[in-house]
């Protein structure tokens, strides 16, 4: 059975964007509500059994983001365009290596 706490602060949260629904478009895009909904009921839960409090911090409503988005962070590869090698300074001439 779902804790009250739980039950109370989803009510409160859906509320929110239900009455708000241009901050929800903001913080999740295009993705599906409910399984937005789901994931953050599925932490609060998991928060409440660790002796947390129930309510979701900014970091877990953004990781719950990412993973719906299914962005892998650690395997993306980030491309640099060096634009010159040599930079000119009142120095001289410096590498850039």
Known sequence: MSNIDV??????FINF???NPNDLIDLIGDLNKQEFYDLVKSQCEKNKSQGDDVTLTQDQIIDIVIKLKKVDVKNSKMVVIVDKVFQSTKFGLIGLN
């Open 7 to 12: 039950e109370i602060y989803m009510s409160q």
């Open 17 to 19: 964007f239900e009455t």
